[in-house]
């Protein structure tokens, strides 16, 4: 399974963006299994940020909630993150994979998302 995050970037305090996550060479692992981000900012661990179930029951760490907002297309074998109201303390690097445990092919390409102040 190969995860490539995308959608990151630099955005003012405030702002917002919307990451995508696309799973390939997956076949139907992607739809049945729980999903999440992660990040992971310089000098510290990877820390769970969203998770979403295979039926769309979601759950956010209490840093992002009321702010991020996490989906999936099992259709199209991808997760989302929408961030608004974006805060410089969520600058990192952005990871999707399986919630819990690792999909196949380990964490994959994360993206980067820097809020300025």
């Known amino acids: 399974v190969q995860l490539q995050a995308s959608g990151g970037g630099l955005v003012h305090s405030g702002g917002s963006l919307r990451l995508s996550c696309q799973a390939s060479?997956?076949?139907?692992?992607?739809?049945?299994?729980?999903m999440a981000w992660y990040r992971q900012a310089p000098g510290k661990q990877r820390e769970l940020v969203a998770s979403?179930?295979?039926?769309?029951?979601?759950n956010y760490a209490d840093f992002v909630k009321g702010r991020f907002t996490i989906s999936r297309d099992n259709a199209k074998n991808t997760l989302y993150l929408q961030m608004n109201s974006l805060k410089p303390e969520d600058t990192a690097v952005y990871y999707c994979n399986a919630y819990q445990y690792l999909l196949p092919g380990g964490w994959g390409q994360g993206t980067q998302v820097t809020v300025s102040s």
């Open positions: 060479g997956s076949g139907s692992i992607f739809s049945i299994s729980p």
């Open positions: 979403v179930t295979t039926g769309g029951r979601t």
